[in-house]
T-cell receptor
Framework: DTGVSQDPRHKITKRGQNVTFRCDPISEHNRLYWYRQTLGQGPEFLTYFQNEAQLEKSRLLSDRFSAERPKGSFSTLEIQRTEQGDSAMYLC??????????????FGPGTRLTVT | ELKVEQNPLFLSMQEGKNYTIYCNYSTTSDRLYWYRQDPGKSLESLFVLLSNGAVKQEGRLMASLDTKARLSTLHITAAVHDLSATYFCAVDWYTNKLIFGTGTRLQVFP
Protein backbone atom coordinates (compact mmCIF):
# COMPACT_ATOMS: atom_id res chain seq x y z
CA ASP A 1 0.00 0.00 0.00
CA THR A 2 1.67 3.14 -1.19
CA GLY A 3 -0.59 5.77 0.30
CA VAL A 4 -3.96 7.45 0.10
CA SER A 5 -5.53 7.37 -3.34
CA GLN A 6 -8.34 9.46 -4.76
CA ASP A 7 -10.46 9.12 -7.86
CA PRO A 8 -10.99 10.93 -10.14
CA ARG A 9 -8.06 13.33 -10.09
CA HIS A 10 -9.94 15.91 -12.11
CA LYS A 11 -13.64 16.46 -12.66
CA ILE A 12 -15.33 19.09 -14.80
CA THR A 13 -19.08 19.32 -14.44
CA LYS A 14 -21.87 21.67 -15.30
CA ARG A 15 -23.70 23.59 -12.62
CA GLY A 16 -26.58 21.60 -11.24
CA GLN A 17 -25.07 18.18 -11.86
CA ASN A 18 -24.19 15.71 -9.13
CA VAL A 19 -20.64 14.46 -8.63
CA THR A 20 -19.11 11.74 -6.48
CA PHE A 21 -15.51 11.36 -5.40
CA ARG A 22 -13.82 8.32 -3.93
CA CYS A 23 -11.01 8.03 -1.41
CA ASP A 24 -9.08 4.88 -0.51
CA PRO A 25 -7.11 5.35 2.71
CA ILE A 26 -3.97 3.58 3.84
CA SER A 27 -5.20 0.14 4.76
CA GLU A 28 -4.51 0.08 8.51
CA HIS A 29 -5.79 3.62 9.12
CA ASN A 30 -9.06 3.83 11.00
CA ARG A 31 -9.66 7.55 10.55
CA LEU A 32 -10.51 9.26 7.29
CA TYR A 33 -10.89 13.00 6.72
CA TRP A 34 -12.18 15.21 3.93
CA TYR A 35 -10.90 18.74 3.36
CA ARG A 36 -11.58 21.37 0.73
CA GLN A 37 -8.95 23.75 -0.58
CA THR A 38 -9.60 26.76 -2.76
CA LEU A 39 -6.90 28.58 -4.68
CA GLY A 40 -4.46 30.41 -2.46
CA GLN A 41 -5.98 29.14 0.78
CA GLY A 42 -5.20 26.45 3.28
CA PRO A 43 -7.33 23.31 3.39
CA GLU A 44 -10.59 23.55 5.34
CA PHE A 45 -11.98 20.64 7.30
CA LEU A 46 -15.24 19.15 6.01
CA THR A 47 -15.85 15.91 7.85
CA TYR A 48 -14.20 12.84 9.32
CA PHE A 49 -14.89 9.18 10.03
CA GLN A 50 -13.62 6.77 12.58
CA ASN A 51 -14.13 3.38 11.02
CA GLU A 52 -17.59 3.63 9.47
CA ALA A 53 -18.97 6.25 11.86
CA GLN A 54 -19.10 9.87 10.71
CA LEU A 55 -18.12 11.70 13.87
CA GLU A 56 -18.05 15.34 12.86
CA LYS A 57 -19.25 17.56 10.06
CA SER A 58 -18.21 21.16 9.46
CA ARG A 59 -20.81 23.84 8.97
CA LEU A 60 -19.16 24.22 5.56
CA LEU A 61 -20.79 20.93 4.65
CA SER A 62 -24.19 22.06 3.42
CA ASP A 63 -27.06 19.66 2.89
CA ARG A 64 -25.94 19.26 -0.73
CA PHE A 65 -22.87 17.41 0.52
CA SER A 66 -22.91 13.88 1.84
CA ALA A 67 -20.10 11.55 2.78
CA GLU A 68 -20.08 7.86 3.53
CA ARG A 69 -17.63 5.21 4.60
CA PRO A 70 -19.83 2.12 4.46
CA LYS A 71 -17.44 -0.61 5.60
CA GLY A 72 -14.83 1.47 7.31
CA SER A 73 -12.54 1.28 4.30
CA PHE A 74 -13.01 3.57 1.29
CA SER A 75 -15.11 6.72 1.48
CA THR A 76 -17.22 8.67 -0.99
CA LEU A 77 -18.06 12.36 -1.02
CA GLU A 78 -21.09 13.36 -3.08
CA ILE A 79 -22.06 16.88 -4.03
CA GLN A 80 -25.57 17.33 -5.34
CA ARG A 81 -26.72 20.22 -7.54
CA THR A 82 -23.21 21.58 -7.88
CA GLU A 83 -22.63 25.33 -7.81
CA GLN A 84 -19.71 27.33 -9.13
CA GLY A 85 -18.63 28.00 -5.57
CA ASP A 86 -18.00 24.28 -5.15
CA SER A 87 -15.01 24.51 -7.49
CA ALA A 88 -12.02 23.52 -5.39
CA MET A 89 -9.52 20.79 -4.64
CA TYR A 90 -11.06 18.09 -2.45
CA LEU A 91 -8.46 16.38 -0.32
CA CYS A 92 -8.77 13.14 1.56
CA UNK A 93 -6.48 12.15 4.43
CA UNK A 94 -6.21 9.11 6.66
CA UNK A 95 -4.60 8.45 10.01
CA UNK A 96 -4.26 6.09 12.96
CA UNK A 97 -3.56 6.79 16.60
CA UNK A 98 0.11 7.25 17.30
CA UNK A 99 2.11 8.15 20.37
CA UNK A 100 0.84 10.85 22.71
CA UNK A 101 -2.63 10.60 21.19
CA UNK A 102 -1.63 12.22 17.92
CA UNK A 103 -3.16 11.24 14.61
CA UNK A 104 -0.72 12.22 11.87
CA UNK A 105 -2.72 12.69 8.71
CA UNK A 106 -1.47 11.47 5.35
CA PHE A 107 -3.01 13.22 2.38
CA GLY A 108 -4.07 11.87 -0.98
CA PRO A 109 -3.39 13.62 -4.31
CA GLY A 110 -6.77 15.34 -4.29
CA THR A 111 -9.65 15.67 -6.74
CA ARG A 112 -9.83 18.99 -8.52
CA LEU A 113 -13.44 19.94 -9.24
CA THR A 114 -14.35 22.61 -11.76
CA VAL A 115 -17.99 23.62 -12.03
CA THR A 116 -18.84 25.50 -15.24
CA GLU B 1 -13.00 29.12 17.43
CA LEU B 2 -9.40 28.32 16.69
CA LYS B 3 -7.57 30.69 14.35
CA VAL B 4 -4.19 29.93 12.82
CA GLU B 5 -2.14 32.68 11.25
CA GLN B 6 1.12 32.49 9.39
CA ASN B 7 3.51 35.19 8.41
CA PRO B 8 4.79 36.15 6.07
CA LEU B 9 2.27 35.13 3.44
CA PHE B 10 4.87 35.40 0.73
CA LEU B 11 8.62 35.11 1.05
CA SER B 12 11.12 35.68 -1.71
CA MET B 13 14.63 34.84 -0.63
CA GLN B 14 18.01 34.40 -2.15
CA GLU B 15 19.77 31.08 -2.18
CA GLY B 16 22.07 30.67 0.79
CA LYS B 17 20.09 32.97 3.09
CA ASN B 18 18.30 32.08 6.31
CA TYR B 19 14.74 32.93 7.23
CA THR B 20 11.94 32.02 9.64
CA ILE B 21 8.24 31.45 9.03
CA TYR B 22 5.95 32.06 12.00
CA CYS B 23 2.74 30.28 12.91
CA ASN B 24 0.51 31.72 15.65
CA TYR B 25 -2.66 30.09 16.90
CA SER B 26 -5.39 31.34 19.16
CA THR B 27 -6.34 28.42 21.42
CA THR B 28 -4.42 25.93 23.51
CA SER B 29 -3.10 22.94 21.62
CA ASP B 30 0.04 20.88 21.98
CA ARG B 31 0.01 19.21 18.59
CA LEU B 32 1.14 21.05 15.51
CA TYR B 33 2.11 19.90 12.04
CA TRP B 34 4.01 21.43 9.17
CA TYR B 35 3.20 20.51 5.57
CA ARG B 36 4.70 21.37 2.23
CA GLN B 37 2.64 21.79 -0.93
CA ASP B 38 4.02 22.13 -4.44
CA PRO B 39 1.83 23.83 -7.07
CA GLY B 40 -1.09 21.63 -8.11
CA LYS B 41 0.00 18.88 -5.73
CA SER B 42 -1.19 17.51 -2.43
CA LEU B 43 0.30 18.01 1.01
CA GLU B 44 3.52 16.40 2.14
CA SER B 45 4.09 16.00 5.87
CA LEU B 46 7.28 17.65 7.10
CA PHE B 47 7.16 17.74 10.90
CA VAL B 48 5.01 16.56 13.77
CA LEU B 49 5.42 18.58 16.98
CA LEU B 50 3.73 17.04 20.00
CA SER B 51 4.80 18.94 23.07
CA ASN B 52 6.00 22.26 24.38
CA GLY B 53 9.62 22.82 23.44
CA ALA B 54 9.60 20.20 20.70
CA VAL B 55 12.21 20.77 18.02
CA LYS B 56 12.57 18.74 14.85
CA GLN B 57 15.11 19.10 12.06
CA GLU B 58 15.31 17.67 8.56
CA GLY B 59 17.95 18.91 6.18
CA ARG B 60 17.75 22.69 5.90
CA LEU B 61 14.45 22.94 7.79
CA MET B 62 13.96 23.10 11.53
CA ALA B 63 10.61 23.41 13.31
CA SER B 64 9.89 24.28 16.92
CA LEU B 65 6.83 24.61 19.13
CA ASP B 66 6.16 26.91 22.08
CA THR B 67 2.72 26.01 23.39
CA LYS B 68 2.73 28.71 26.04
CA ALA B 69 3.24 31.40 23.43
CA ARG B 70 1.02 29.50 20.99
CA LEU B 71 3.75 29.84 18.43
CA SER B 72 5.58 27.55 16.06
CA THR B 73 8.45 28.47 13.80
CA LEU B 74 9.87 26.92 10.66
CA HIS B 75 13.45 27.99 10.16
CA ILE B 76 15.15 27.71 6.79
CA THR B 77 18.93 27.52 6.73
CA ALA B 78 20.94 28.31 3.60
CA ALA B 79 17.95 28.14 1.28
CA VAL B 80 18.13 26.30 -2.03
CA HIS B 81 15.79 26.48 -5.03
CA ASP B 82 14.30 23.04 -4.27
CA LEU B 83 12.70 24.48 -1.15
CA SER B 84 10.43 26.71 -3.24
CA ALA B 85 6.86 25.68 -2.31
CA THR B 86 3.97 26.70 -0.06
CA TYR B 87 4.34 25.78 3.60
CA PHE B 88 1.37 25.29 5.90
CA CYS B 89 1.20 24.88 9.61
CA ALA B 90 -1.81 23.05 11.00
CA VAL B 91 -3.03 22.80 14.56
CA ASP B 92 -4.61 19.61 15.82
CA TRP B 93 -7.76 20.63 17.64
CA TYR B 94 -10.10 18.53 19.79
CA THR B 95 -11.16 15.71 17.54
CA ASN B 96 -7.88 15.66 15.68
CA LYS B 97 -9.22 17.67 12.79
CA LEU B 98 -6.59 20.00 11.46
CA ILE B 99 -7.02 23.75 11.33
CA PHE B 100 -4.63 25.10 8.72
CA GLY B 101 -2.85 28.40 8.55
CA THR B 102 -3.03 30.70 5.59
CA GLY B 103 0.16 29.30 4.10
CA THR B 104 3.50 30.87 3.27
CA ARG B 105 4.54 30.84 -0.34
CA LEU B 106 8.31 30.55 -0.48
CA GLN B 107 10.26 31.41 -3.58
CA VAL B 108 14.04 30.92 -3.59
CA PHE B 109 16.01 32.59 -6.34
CA PRO B 110 19.70 32.37 -7.31
Amino acid sequence: DTGVSQDPRHKITKRGQNVTFRCDPISEHNRLYWYRQTLGQGPEFLTYFQNEAQLEKSRLLSDRFSAERPKGSFSTLEIQRTEQGDSAMYLCASSYRERQGAYEQYFGPGTRLTVT
Amino acid sequence: ELKVEQNPLFLSMQEGKNYTIYCNYSTTSDRLYWYRQDPGKSLESLFVLLSNGAVKQEGRLMASLDTKARLSTLHITAAVHDLSATYFCAVDWYTNKLIFGTGTRLQVFP
